[in-house]
């Protein structure tokens, strides 16, 4: 994943296109320059950061004002109501904002940009989201690179 923020970018997996309920790996730039993985479940309109984390392999970078990271998490964790099972089709969620000492903030727009419809990671999808609104996304661009890494990364054996 990858955003132009100095805090935080994360994708989130969805049963509708609302927060609640929610699984959500994202990547976060914290006060000492490292950019950190976090698992988070959203509890309403508030990510409730998870502290088993799922996440493996890490790497990430904070570089020329844009948090980017990668890993891999398991498609499904067995009795874990925090991980959704990623072998069914989810909305995407995605959001960026800014972090405090290392913790996420609320999102920089009123409406992230959500998938218009359930996407499967073991088909391609080419997402493109016109609107004006996510212009701070650089680019439609910018949104498939992190679909397509969100597919690739989370294609790993669990």
């Known amino acids: 994943m990858s955003s ?17 309920g929610d699984d959500v790996m994202g990547c976060v730039h914290d006060d000492n320059g490292r950019v950190r993985i976090h698992h988070f479940y959203n509890v309403g309109q508030w990510a409730k950061e998870i502290k088993r984390n799922p996440a ?25 109501e925090t991980l959704v099972d990623l072998h069914l089709s989810w909305y995407y969620l995605f959001a960026w904002g800014p972090a405090i000492q290392g913790s996420i903030t609320r999102h920089d727009i009123d409406n992230p940009p959500v998938s218009d419809h359930m996407i499967s990671i073991y088909k391609y999808e080419d997402i493109f989201m016109p609107s004006t609104a996510y212009q701070t996304f650089n680019s439609p661009l910018c949104l498939l690179l992190i679909v397509a890494l969100t597919f690739y990364l989370l294609m790993g054996t669990p």
């Open 56 to 80: 493996r392999d890490e790497e990430g970078v904070f570089d020329n004002n844009r948090v980017t990271c990668r890993f891999k998490r398991p498609l499904y964790v067995p009795r874990e």
């Open 4 to 20: 132009d923020t100095d805090g935080w970018v994360a994708v989130g997996f969805s049963s509708d296109k609302k927060m609640g």
